[in-house]
């Protein structure tokens, strides 16, 4: 079985050209399943056209999953919209599969993503503020401050997608087709995932919207879970953690960034 993950393909600002060529890098990997791990595109219309040119050279199941800058808006459209509606409709209309909420079987191999929403549990150890505290700091370090238009708190919103991934999961553990569980997800849910640099001025305190460790402490108790891929930080990490009696889980982070598009190749 040979999964391709990628993400944080942000259209328009990559080029398409380099999309192309990724599209290319994808498919010659000879993938049975493809995951966009989000930050897709900052329109609904560039993630519709990044969508389509996977679509159009894959054959297999393309499993979607919404990224930070997928649900930034500027005008006339709220991200609430586009969380509920407009995203998984594109996906859908495009012939992918939007995995928020879902989840996949293929060969024994389980598979259920989320977006993974930051609930600033990973902020560096040390720094303790209230949630009201992180959130109005928010401006200062993430422009999701500025470009996502919803009423929920981070810490609600990281809940509200939390509990349908977990039930997702769940499912594939009691599923006795399932053998081994992949989790993709576009922030980074395992304290190994992210990365630490107490010497950059902000960074430890910015790591508070870089992901969700409480999700990633539920995940590692799946007897299962054998992978954890994730996105967003655009730095690279890869890793094996291991279980008290029970089998390790690999972990990894995608080191694309602006410009510089890139792949993970899975083979079990
Ligand atoms: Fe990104
Ligand atoms: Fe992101």
Redesign the pocket.
Known sequence: MKIAYT??L?QPITPLWQIEQLVKNVSDFKPEIVILGG?IGESLQDFEKCLRLFRKSLNCPLLVIP?N?DLWVRRFNDSKKLWFEELPQITKDVGCIWLEGNSFVQDGVGITGTIGWYDYSAVDSGINHSELHFAQEKFNFNSDALLIDWEWSDPEFAMRVSTPFLGELNKLENNSAVTKILVATHFPILDEQIHRDAEKPGWSFSNAYAGNLTLGREVVKYKKLGHVIS??T?IEKKGVIERINLNPVSYQVLGADYQKPAMIGIAF
């Open positions: 993400a944080d942000h930050d990224g800058h996105g967003h655009h």
